[in-house]
């Protein structure tokens, strides 16, 4: 299956043998993020208000609930489903939220919102623009506006690398499978492939004046 979401405010699925579209899921506002747990039940989608989780079987919402600012950025699920991260912008700050999945599918549609597990804020006046999870769910690697890329620990929220990686703001991070190798996309026309321990630069792909908006990588590292 292959979902796609967009300011229409659809989330659309799509039978990738036959290219036919299999199913939507009304967001009612524009969606600028979507992930899908792995067993393919639940598809998370960010809302005007919040985030959305909907049955992916029946298109039914599982859980629902608000978010304070103006703009959800992203929503993407930790290795394993157990957890995921929202982020969002608040008064022309970013923010990261951490929530327990399991909590937040017992809490259903009810106006009691969940439990935020932890708040991350940005240090030195930095924005957050795009957030990837690490090994075992321990850190966050997080781009930054000005081209940034930092280490998070998850637990303390404490940054613990903050490196200078690319001219301009960084729009996607995406980590291989096996958390060997870390993707960047740059406003800045090109696309990086880093030491996710040591950013240190292994290749790097240029773009010419285009910006790199969003990258991905195969499971078989091939491509």
């Known amino acids: 299956m292959l979902f796609s979401c967009s300011d229409d405010g659809k989330v659309a699925m799509y039978d990738t043998f036959q290219c036919v579209r299999t199913g939507q899921f009304d967001v009612q506002s524009a ?24 049955n992916i079987k029946d298109g039914t919402k599982a859980a629902e609930f608000t978010i304070p600012g103006y703009r959800k950025m992203q929503v993407a699920l930790a290795f394993g489903d157990t957890k995921f991260l929202v982020l969002y912008m608040e008064r022309k700050t970013t923010f990261i939220r951490i929530y327990d999945m399991s909590n937040v599918i017992a809490g259903g549609t009810s106006e009691n919102t969940p439990k935020v597990v932890k708040e991350i804020s940005p240090i030195l006046n930095q924005e957050f623009t795009c957030a990837a999870w690490g090994p ?16 998070i620990d998850v637990g303390s929220g404490t ?41 240190e630069e292994i290749r790097q792909y240029s773009f010419g004046n285009r910006p790199c908006r969003t990258v991905a990588v195969s499971p078989l590292h091939d491509s």
């Open 31 to 54: 969606c600028n993020s979507i992930d899908v747990t792995k067993d393919s039940k639940y598809v998370l989608a960010t809302s005007e208000s919040g985030i959305i989780v909907f």
């Open 136 to 151: 075992l769910n321990k850190t966050l690697y997080v781009g930054t506006k000005t081209g940034k890329i930092q280490i």
């Open 159 to 199: 940054t613990l690398k903050d490196s200078q990686i690319h001219q301009n703001e960084i729009y996607q991070l995406s980590m291989s499978h096996d958390y060997t190798m870390l993707f960047t996309g740059s406003r800045d026309g090109t696309s990086k492939l880093l030491h996710p321990e040591t950013f």
